[in-house]
């Protein structure tokens, strides 16, 4: 019979809900649920094509139509 056991890692120690909390203060989103354009820098939706700039992922999947004529 083949023994299937994976092993993991474990964790040497608890850790504490003060090094948990610690470690967690970087997990915030900002103040209103947006992120910033990485190509125009514009405040947008995540997981969004930019509105300004019509990238998603740095890549162009919507062309801008011209707003100055
Ligand atoms: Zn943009």
Sequence with gaps: MK?????FAVPFRKISKTRKRMRRTHYKISEN???KCPKCGADIRPHR???KCGTYKGK???KQEETTK
Excluded: A, N, R
């Design 3 to 7: 023994l299937d056991i994976q092993m």
């Design 33 to 35: 649920g947006t992120t």
């Design 49 to 51: 094509v930019c509105s």
């Design 60 to 62: 162009e999947v919507v």
